[in-house]
């Protein structure tokens, strides 16, 4: 587990390098394929619509696989990730065209931890609704 | 109607070992957009010290939430799988899951809520592999939305 950051070399308030996702339908249909979640709210949007969603949305986990991203690109090992979790506060809508949606994510550190980990706090937007809550990872750095 | 809080604590058998692919990382992998090789390449996974390639954080998901099917299909529980959304969702790694791994789940209700006639479940997945070494734990928070009044 060899994260490219230093402990010494971050402080709380450190912002990590923000980034912004796509996702289309057809993002949707892969990773419902690549993770075995056929929900079809997730691809069907007559099936949405009748039970109150305004649209096809995206799986929040898919969101979460996202936001993390952020994180592990700061970090160059993914193994480095010690805890993540997220609240799914509202759906990401994704219209049938080619735009899709965006998933804004940004983070910093929040508090500097034991055994050189820290806490990452983070935020994910989608068009201007906040789309994950409590959203925190626990990091080991170098 | 809501749940019965005598499941709190029940633990189900352990699911049938799951063996983690390469290809099947790499399918993830690319699902989510990811481009690090440490997913897709045995050598650049080896730079940063694993055996093998390395599953992105979430993939392990999958895994756990199809055991969870134990919890949510249970039949003496009756929760009403057609008004279920996911609400939280935790990980905390002991190390990363890897291509090679045979991971087996067991899951636990952690507790039972009723909030505004939402049913609240939290299930708890332990993720063990081969040799019974502890891998990540998943928490699961999910969210049966009361039947709307007719």
């Known amino acids: ?142 | 109607m809501a749940l019965d809080q005598s499941f709190v604590g029940r633990t189900y058998p352990p699911t049938a070992p799951y063996e983690v692919g390469r290809e099947k990382i790499r399918e993830f992998a690319e699902a989510v957009g990811e481009t690090n090789p440490v997913f897709t390449d045995p050598e650049a996974a080896k730079a940063f010290g694993h055996s093998d390639v390395i599953a992105p954080p979430t993939f392990v998901f999958s895994i756990t939430f199809r055991a969870a099917g134990q919890v949510i299909e249970d039949p003496q529980l009756g929760l009403d799988y057609s008004r279920v959304v996911h609400g939280d969702q935790k990980f905390a790694y002991r190390r990363p899951v890897r291509a090679g791994d045979r991971l087996t789940v067991t899951s636990t209700i952690e507790a039972i809520k009723s909030l505004a006639g939402n049913d609240i479940l939290d299930i708890r997945g332990e993720v063990h592999d081969e040799a019974g070494e502890h891998v990540v734990t998943a928490w699961t928070k999910l969210v049966a939305r009361a039947a709307e009044e007719v």
């Open chain 1, 1 to 142: 587990m060899t994260a490219k950051i230093g402990y010494d070399d971050v402080e709380v308030g450190t912002e990590l390098p923000a980034q912004t996702f796509p996702v289309t339908r057809a993002t949707l249909v892969r990773y419902a394929g690549a993770s075995g979640d056929f929900n079809p709210i997730h691809w069907n949007e007559k099936f949405a619509k009748e039970v109150g969603l305004p649209d096809v949305i995206a799986h929040g986990m898919f969101t979460m696989a996202e936001a993390i991203r952020v994180v592990t690109d700061w970090l160059g090992d993914p193994g480095a990730v010690v805890e993540y979790g997220v609240r799914f506060t509202k759906p990401v809508v994704v219209p049938n065209d080619d735009q899709g949606a965006l998933i804004e994510v940004s983070a910093k550190v929040a508090a500097k931890l034991d055994d050189n980990t820290v806490r990452v706090d983070l935020t994910a937007t989608s068009a201007g609704q906040k789309v994950l809550g409590m959203s925190r990872a626990v990091v080991r750095l170098a």
